[in-house]
C-alpha cells in the first residue's frame, strides 16, 4: 500500500477517525492492528516473518535488562545484533553474493556448483532492522527495555515510517505512545500541509521527471556526454523529491494523530561541503551510522593504528556500510566508497585548500566563496548518483567514458533526454522550482515544515490536492527507496 495511492488515502482516513473516536485504552491495540495490516498488504506472507523478527528482539532485549554483570549485557547484546544482522543477511544479500561468486566462478572457467535461486525481499527490512538494532544495542547501553509488548511491537511496526524511515529511535518515539492525544485542528492542518506537500514532490515533479531519466540510463550506449549531465541533473531532483516526498507524508501522517518524527532532510543541494551535504541529507540514517557504526571504529582498541589514521578509516568504512545497506548491488557498495573518498580526501585537504582560496582572494567574497562550494558539492554528489542509478557497474563505466563526448553540439544531447516532450520537460521544471521557492521559504524553520504564514499558501494546499487526486489515477510509480 504505497503512500501515493487511493488505497492509502481510504486506509489513513480510517485510521486517524477511529484512532480519535476509540476510547484511550484501545489506541494503541489499533494503531498497531493498523499497522501490521498496512504492512501485510505488501505480502500476506511475509507478515508471519516480520512478527518473529519483533517476538525474537523483544525477548532477547528483556534478557539484556535483566543482566546485572556487562560482560553478560554485552553478549546477549551481540546475540541480539547477529541475529538481526544474519535475518537482513539472508534476505538482503544472500542473492548478491551468490550472483557475485558465480560471475568470479564463470569469469575462471570453474563452474559454479549452487543452482539460480531467490529470496523476496520483506519490505522495510533495512529500515526496521536498524531501528531494532538500536534498540538493543540501547538497552545494554543502560535504556530500560520496553516490557509492553503491545508498545514494543508498534514501535516496531509503527506504519509512517516502517517501509522507508526515518529510521526512529525508541526513546523518542516509544515515549510518546503514552502521551494522550486529542484532535488538535491546527496539528491536523499542518500534518495535512506536509501531506500534500510530499504528495506534490513524489507525484507532480518526481514522478515526471522519472521518463527523462530511463530515457539515457537505460540506455548507456546511445547517449553523449550533454545527456548524462542532463539527466543525473534530474535524476539529483527525482531521488530527492521522492524521498523527502515520502518523509513529508509520514511526518504529517503520525503529526496529524499527534506524533512527532525526526526530520530527514535539510535542504541537501544547498550543502557547501560532502559532510555538509550528509548533515542534510537522509539525516536518520547518517546519525545512526554515525553512532553505531563510525564512532564506536573510531574508538576500538584493538586496530593499531595513529587514531588521525583510525578516524579516516572509520570514516571511509562508514560510508561503505552506508552503500551496502542501500541495497545488494556493487553500484551501490561503489557509491558508497566514492563518498567515503569523497570525505577522506577532504580532511587531507583542507589546509591546502584553504591556502588555494586566499590565494585567489576568494575568501574576500563570501557569497561567491559559498556559491562555489554549493556548486562544487553538487557536481560530487551528482558524479555519484550516476553509480547510484545505473543498473550496474559495467552501465555505470559507460556512462562516466560518455561524459567528454558531445560537448560541441548540446542540443543534440538534450534532444536525447527530451525527446519532443517539451511541455512535459517544462512541467519539471517548474516544479523543481516550486519545490526550490517553498523550501527557500523555511528559512530557520524546523526541517520538514513549510512556511504557512502567508495567505496564498491555502490556496496553494487547495491546488495540490486538486493535482494529487487528478494524477493518483495516472502513476503507478513506487518510491524509490521502497527497495532498500
Known sequence: MAFNSIEYV????????VYFIVNQRFRLDWLLTASLFFYASADPVLIVHFIIVIVVTYFLALRID???????????????????????????????????????SEASGVPYPVPTFRIMLPIGISFYTFSLISYVIDIQKGMPAERRFR????????????????????????????????????????????????????????????????????????????????????????????????????????????????????????????????????ISLSSWLTEYVYTPMSRTTWIKMKWYNLMLLSLFATFVVSGLWHGAQWTFVVWGAL?????????????????????????????????????CTFTLVCLAYILFRSSNLADAAELFARLPIGWMNPIEGLKIVIAGYRT????????????????????????????????????????????LFGALYQTDQQFIYFQF
Open 151 to 282: 508498545t514494543f511491537a508498534l514501535y516496531a511496526s509503527f506504519f509512517p515510517k516502517i517501509v522507508a524511515g526515518p529510521i526512529e529511535r525508541a526513546k523518542k518515539l516509544i515515549p510518546q505512545f503514552d502521551v494522550p492525544h486529542s484532535f488538535d485542528y491546527e496539528r491536523a492542518y499542518l500534518g495535512l500541509q506536509l501531506i500534500l506537500w510530499g504528495a506534490f514532490k513524489k507525484i507532480v515533479v518526481a514522478d515526471n521527471i522519472a521518463p527523462f531519466v530511463a530515457r539515457v540510463y537505460d540506455n548507456p550506449q546511445g547517449v553523449d556526454g550533454v545527456a548524462v549531465v542532463a539527466a543525473t541533473v534530474l535524476y539529483a531532483f527525482q531521488l530527492y523529491c521522492d524521498f523527502s516526498g515520502y518523509t513529508d507524508i509520514a511526518i504529517g501522517s503520525a503529526l496529524m494523530m499527534g506524533f512527532h518524527l525526526s526530520p530527514n532532510f535539510n535542504r541537501p543541494y544547498i550543502a557547501t561541503s560532502i559532510q555538509d551535504y550528509w548533515k542534510r541529507w537522509h
Open 424 to 467: 512535459e520537460i517544462l512541467i519539471c521544471i517548474a516544479g523543481i522550482g516550486v519545490v526550490l521557492l517553498i523550501e527557500a521559504m523555511q528559512g530557520k524553520a524546523q526541517t520538514g515544515q513549510i512556511a504557512l504564514s502567508s495567505r496564498w499558501m491555502l490556496n496553494y494546499t487547495a491546488a495540490t490536492a486538486i493535482i
Open 339 to 375: 563518498h567515503g573518498s569523497y570525505i577522506v580526501i577532504s580532511q587531507l585537504t583542507q589546509k591546502q585548500r584553504g591556502k588555494l582560496v586566499r590565494f585567489v582572494g576568494l575568501n574576500k567574497y563570501p557569497s561567491a566563496l559559498r556559491a562555489w562550494k554549493i556548486g
Open 10 to 17: 481510504l486506509f489513513f482516513a480510517t485510521v486517524i477517525v
Open 66 to 104: 535483566a543482566q546485572s554483570e556487562k560482560d553478560k549485557r554485552k553478549r546477549w547484546m551481540l546475540i541480539a545484533v547477529g541475529l538481526l544482522v544474519f535475518n537482513l543477511f539472508i534476505f538482503k544479500y544472500t542473492m548478491f553474493l551468490s550472483d557475485t561468486l558465480r560471475s568470479l
